[in-house]
């Protein structure tokens, strides 16, 4: 199995709601990670999980929350965003280092 | 610390070839490449590791020149099924786990 998966596939919320995205991978991949992507710009590393521990947050604002529960899941919780937190979130997966990332399909979210 | 590629868009009729770079202005440990399609995932192409291993598809080549810090991406013979957005990723140190950077981007269009 070589698929990342990602749900849900589309989400609309408003500033003031509490949400999570979720990303589950089965490859025995020990690194994960959320990258965000607005339209026709490269995906930016958002956090960085390895071995479920926390390894890399890039400045992110503390309204996105990340956990990681087990070696195969992967949640983005979400509250109180702004209508620039619109974008694409892609869930990748990896082995920790010089490995190729597998992505899923994504979430793509719209704030109100 | 984004790394730069070159061209940011090229048009192709079938059977041409093109060549895609990509630099950066740190030392990398190593550089992907992945092929964004239009509402995709991106999609992994290859590896080039520092010491020249390669590991990616049959049908792609790149080079990684380590000293001046780039890669170039090869794409000859391009088909209609090379068309989207491709992104180098350069990978540096990030502790536990390294972290990858996408490059700006470059947008391709094969014609038949």
């Known amino acids: 199995d070589t698929e990342v998966t990602q749900t849900p596939k589309h989400l609309v919320m408003g500033m003031t709601n509490k949400k999570s995205l979720k990303c589950e991978q089965h490859?025995?991949?020990?690194?994960m990670y959320w990258y965000k992507q607005k339209a026709k710009k490269p995906p930016e590393l958002m956090f960085v999980y390895s071995y479920e521990k926390l390894s890399i947050n890039e400045s992110v604002p503390s309204r996105f929350s990340p956990e990681c529960p087990n070696s195969s899941l992967l949640n983005l919780h979400l509250h109180a965003l702004q209508p620039e937190d619109s974008a694409l979130y892609l869930c990748?997966?990896?082995?920790?280092?010089?490995?190729?990332?597998?992505f899923g399909p994504g979430t793509r979210l719209t704030v109100l | 610390q984004q790394p730069v590629q070159s061209p940011q868009a090229v048009i192709l009729r079938e059977g041409e070839d093109a060549v895609i770079n990509c630099s950066s202005s740190?030392?990398?440990?190593?550089v992907h490449w992945y092929r964004q399609k239009h509402g995709e995932a991106p999609v992994f192409l290859m590896i080039?590791?520092?010491?020249?291993e390669q590991k990616g598809h049959e049908k792609i080549s790149a080079s990684f020149n380590e000293k001046k810090q780039q890669s170039s991406l090869y794409l000859t013979a391009s088909q209609l099924s090379y068309s989207g957005t491709y992104f180098c990723?350069?990978?540096?140190?990030?502790?536990?786990?390294?972290?990858?950077?996408f490059g700006t981007g470059t947008l391709l269009a094969v014609q038949p």
């Open positions: 740190k030392a990398l440990y190593s």
């Open positions: 080039l590791l520092k010491g020249g």
């Open positions: 990723g350069t990978e540096f140190y990030g502790g536990a786990t390294n972290k990858l950077i």
């Open positions: 990748a997966s990896s082995q920790p280092m010089r490995d190729e990332q597998f």
């Open positions: 490859m025995g991949h020990r690194a």
